[in-house]
């Protein structure tokens, strides 16, 4: 059973535009989450994250939501440029103990000029 | 540039070889991590080393071995594979063994097992 659900496999935005996607997740116990970006033939790129403890947080052109009673997160790209174009995947851990992120299944972000 | 290197970028193996995946990393990162991705699908944690240390297998088979001669080196030694066993390896390491420090990940090796 996914513990962290990307519902939707993709998302396309025109640029200039606002790219909203979004992750949900079963385990009350996650209480730090993270976004990372993959291009094609490379690794996922870490971008940003946020506690469990805060409900925003902002880095540049990116934002991510934490909405704890709900179990949901989503990061918001203002405003999308086509190098943003890529495969996002949410991911979430446990408190304490070691590192062991559990991954989203991605979403490919298209932005077409 | 990643910071966080793999070799070989792709590999063919038969399944009665014997080879080895290596990762480099010189960020002085004190935990290495082996993940497994197969097409359309997320990552998956296969081995955490935490100070060199084995710290997570997550029952992974052992036709896969996971070795961490140093602090900067991390290798997964195949054998025996079979063809279900062909995917995108990824290593990783962060700076820190807890939950909060990002993951910092390599390129990836695209294993063909045939």
């Known amino acids: 059973d996914q513990q962290v659900k990307q519902n939707s496999p993709s998302l396309s935005v025109q640029e200039g535009r606002i790219s909203i996607l979004n992750c949900d997740y079963t385990?009350?116990?996650?209480?730090?989450f993270l976004w990372y970006k993959k291009y094609p033939a490379e690794g996922p790129t870490f971008l940003i994250s946020i506690s469990s403890i805060k409900d925003k947080n902002e880095d540049g052109r990116f934002t991510v939501f934490l909405n704890k009673s709900a179990k949901h997160l989503s990061l918001h790209i203002v405003p999308s440029q086509p190098g943003d174009s890529a495969v996002y995947f949410c991911a979430a851990n446990l408190s304490g103990g070691y590192n062991k992120l559990i991954f989203g299944a991605g979403t490919r972000l298209a932005v077409h000029p | 540039d990643t910071e966080v290197t793999q070799t070989p970028k792709h590999l063919v193996m038969g399944m009665t070889n014997k080879k080895s995946l290596k990762c480099e990393q010189h960020m002085g990162h004190r935990a290495m991590y082996w993940y497994k991705q197969k097409a359309k699908k997320p990552p998956e944690l296969m081995f955490v080393y935490s100070y060199e240390k084995l710290s997570i297998n997550e029952s992974v088979p052992s036709r896969f071995s996971p070795e961490c001669p140093n602090s900067s080196l991390l290798n997964l030694h195949l054998h025996a594979l079979q063809p279900e066993d062909s995917a995108l390896y990824l290593c990783a390491s962060s700076q820190a063994t807890g939950p909060n420090s990002p993951l910092h990940f390599g390129n990836g090796t695209r294993l063909t097992v045939t």
């Open positions: 385990n009350s116990m996650f209480d730090y």
